[in-house]
């Protein structure tokens, strides 16, 4: 790779030029890193549900041509100045929140959300400058959450760059670089249930059957899944889910339904559809005196949550969480560990593979709803 360092690399990417349309293999140059940036050769990258949103581009500022992406793994290709902590040929995972290790968030124990690298949908150039880092015959082609991983090689803020166990298939850990680091962290660093406890998940998509893998890691003895979509259930018993709820198939708020189940309530909820109903719901579930109710899903913007006061003051506890609360940088390490070590499984979550010159057909996957993680190998 080192003939490639200070030199702009052209590279196969997939290009989204107007929101809904599919994506144009293109040929793209990639600058070389800046100030605290590395560049990446992406080997694998999975699609998520907010590929997708901001490909639609309903409901948000539209950003185009752009190149979207960030749940993937690869292996440091160059860095720039400043970059100390990483090299050529190390293994990574780029993550689409950062941390600085210097702002008040990130000197916090407490909390994940830098204030310098939290996730920002609307830019689409690097903080260095102001610039993109990727041009298409001299004209910018903008930047997707910090990390555009649908290209063979892009840039990345170095605070936005996990290190990982050189070992580790980046065919299988890639995915935990979003939606099943937030669901296992959610449910590990968060809601924190006990052994034997009993927990809800609301949404048995990729990220609540990835809450609910925590639960099972957490040794919880009933895992109740709470999902609108029954052919879900069967799936999900691999993730641990030991219960099934159906709203529909009930004429009561399903939060009732699940005091009746638990005597009085579970001891931790996951809500991960985003829903605000479920959202309600997930917390009027957990048991008085002692329950914790955990919100992942992002809700639309005009959603209002409403609860009656006293369902607090009765000692139920309602928090939310940002990537699972896991720092990218210092804490996404030890996750893949839990994978190496086989305490946690993520082949359960990869239902399909493609060659990164059908990534067009990822995106009508889950379009359909069909699987849970699309890998798609850069390479082939």
């Known amino acids: 790779m ?7 690399i ?43 949103y901001f490909w639609e581009a309903k409901g948000q500022n539209p950003v185009f041509p752009r190149i979207l992406g960030h749940e993937a793994a690869g292996i440091v290709e160059s860095v720039g ?36 690298l939290r996730i920002n949908t609307d830019r689409g150039v690097m903080i260095q400058d102001g610039q993109s880092r990727f041009s298409i015959n001299g004209k910018p082609i903008y930047h997707f959450v910090g990390t555009s991983t649908f290209s063979e090689y892009t840039v990345v803020h170095v605070g936005c760059v996990a290190k990982i166990n050189p070992l580790a298939p980046l065919d299988k850990v890639c995915v935990l670089s979003c939606g099943i680091s937030t ?30 893998e925590g639960a099972r890691i957490a040794g919880a003895s009933r895992i109740i899944g709470v999902d609108l979509n029954a052919s879900r259930f069967e799936l999900a018993k691999k993730f641990g889910v030991t219960e099934f709820v159906n ?68 000692e139920r506890t309602l928090k939310g969480t940002f990537f699972g609360n896991y720092k990218p940088r210092s804490d996404l390490p030890s996750v893949v560990e839990k994978y190496m ?7 359960k979550f990869i239902t399909h593979k493609l060659p990164f010159a059908e990534i067009n057909k990822a995106f009508d996957l889950m379009l359909k709803g069909e699987g849970l993680r699309c890998i798609i190998n850069m390479e082939d």
């Open 2 to 8: 080192s003939s490639t360092v200070g030199q702009v």
């Open 10 to 52: 052209r590279c196969k990417a997939a290009v989204a030029w107007e929101a809904g349309k599919p994506l144009v293999m293109e040929e793209v140059e990639v600058a070389p890193p800046q100030k605290m940036e590395v560049r990446l050769k992406i080997l694998y990258t999975s699609l998520c549900h907010t590929d997708v």
């Open 81 to 116: 100045e400043g970059v100390t902590e990483l090299a050529p040929g190390d293994h990574v995972l780029p993550v689409f929140t950062g941390e600085c290790k210097d702002c008040a968030h990130c000197k916090s124990e407490e909390s994940n959300m830098c204030s310098l």
């Open 183 to 212: 669901g296992l962290g959610a449910t590990l660093n968060v809601a924190k249930p006990t052994k034997g406890s009993s927990v809800a998940i609301f949404g048995l998509g990729a990220v609540g059957l990835a809450a609910a």
């Open 247 to 314: 709203p529909k198939d009930h004429n009561k708020p399903i939060q009732e339904v699940i005091a009746e189940m638990t005597d009085g309530g579970v001891d931790r909820s996951v809500e991960c559809t985003g829903h605000i109903d479920a959202m309600i719901s997930a917390f009027e579930c957990v048991h008085d005196g002692w329950g914790v109710a955990v919100l992942v899903g992002v809700p639309h913007k005009e959603a209002v949550f409403k609860t009656h006061p006293m369902k607090l003051l009765n």
């Open 341 to 347: 070590n086989k305490e946690l499984e993520l082949e």
